[in-house]
């Protein structure tokens, strides 16, 4: 795609999105947050419950663009699914670094791969990736909408209308719901640490993820249609509110919840998206209002490697320790924050400012590579 072609609303979203990811992840205290920062304790939705299907959302539109193009190109299908392939496993296997990682290798980690954590958010990044780019490129449109549809009615049935066996009813509940007895079936002992019987990236959630990346590519499809910019922009902000809409009304009978990732859920988050996307398509691509992107393009060209090395490099902070003359131990984060900003901040602000000078440091060395033109593409 030549530089005029790009959709740069499409990198800002994803510089804005990425950008959110770490600030959630990385506060300066877990015990000091605001809490739009948080994510919903169980059903409900927060502003950090929208920045995973933001990203899956945006993963489905640069599928649309970007496999259209290969496609127009003609070629070798075969070497276009193996990259797929090849894409798919460089992507799940950072996500079990990022879950491993020291690998027991140094620094006392304890580590064991019969209770690494197998599920993730890469990982799930991954599968999605592949299964809807298999769909995009061997189905119709028209399969591929009665695809999502049925995946998430399905996905709601499963979830509250079959018993849960060995609990005998349909729950929501955390620990014993339809996709916790899945997970329990197939990965017991390799979920998510703070729960160890449930993971919010399990494998029967991972469906309806599915039918985010969809509602992108939908989305994609139409921005590339040849409608005039604004008919874009106004079926962009239509649909995005029939789907909140059709979210909240789901929302009756299948709670919106990130943690299981209910279908009103995609239905909701996704309107979110096609929202946000036609603000940025609007003043961006349409009005050409670009003084202001720069920092979120920088972060959307490299926004897997940044999320990635931002989350090792935030773990060996937390397990680079030495001893103080009180005996107590200490690491690096924990030095940083308590030295620089809780000295002088309340602790909630302290973890907020932190987090933000830590955007701000990736920032700069994304931006080195910005301006050297070195994209990292996975």
């Known amino acids: 795609m030549k530089p005029s072609d790009r959709l740069l609303s499409l990198d800002v979203f994803r510089g804005i999105t990425i950008m959110g990811m770490i600030l959630v992840n990385n506060p300066g205290s877990w015990g000091a947050i605001y809490p739009p920062l948080e994510h919903a304790k169980w059903h409900g939705c927060t502003p950090t419950d929208l920045i995973f299907p933001f990203f899956l959302f945006i993963v489905g539109v640069a599928i649309s663009y970007s496999l259209t193009k290969r496609k127009q190109q003609g070629g070798d299908m075969k070497s276009l699914y193996l990259n797929i392939f090849r894409r798919t496993v460089i992507l799940f296997a950072l996500g079990l670094i990022l879950a491993g990682f020291p690998f027991g290798l140094f620094l006392g980690h304890e580590f064991s791969w019969s209770t690494i954590r197998i599920p993730g958010v890469l990982q799930r990044i991954a599968i999605v990736y592949m299964i809807s780019s298999i769909l995009f490129l061997t189905t119709n449109t028209k399969f591929q909408y009665w695809f999502t549809a049925f995946i998430l009615v399905l996905y709601g049935v499963l979830m509250t209308l079959v018993p849960v066996p060995g609990i005998g009813y349909s729950n929501l509940e955390p620990t014993t719901n339809f996709a916790a007895w899945i997970d329990n079936l197939f990965l017991q002992g390799h979920m998510w640490s703070a729960t160890k019987v ?133 690491n690096v984060k924990d030095y940083l924050f308590q030295t620089f900003f809780l000295s002088w901040l309340q602790p909630i602000n302290a973890s907020l400012v932190w987090a933000l000078v830590y955007i701000l440091v990736w920032l700069g060395l994304m931006w080195i590579l910005y301006s050297k033109k070195i994209f990292i593409k996975v």
Request: hydrophobic share 50%; with cysteine.
């Open 198 to 330: 449930w993971d919010p990236e399990g494998l029967l959630s991972t469906l309806p993820a599915i039918g985010t990346a969809m509602l992108g590519i939908f989305t994609g499809n139409w921005l590339r249609s040849e409608k005039d910019q604004t008919t874009k922009t106004v079926w962009l902000f239509i649909w995005g509110g029939v789907l909140m809409v059709a979210g909240w009304i789901w929302n009756g009978w299948f709670p919106i919840n990130k943690n299981i990732w209910t279908s009103s859920y995609v239905l909701y988050t996704g309107g979110l998206a096609l929202n946000f996307l036609g603000f940025c398509y609007w003043f961006i691509d349409v009005k050409k209002i670009t003084w202001w992107i720069k920092p979120f393009q920088v972060y959307g060209m490299n926004a897997i490697t940044v999320f990635f090395l931002s989350g090792i490099v935030g773990r060996l902070m937390g397990m680079i320790k030495w001893q103080l003359g009180d005996g107590s131990m200490i």
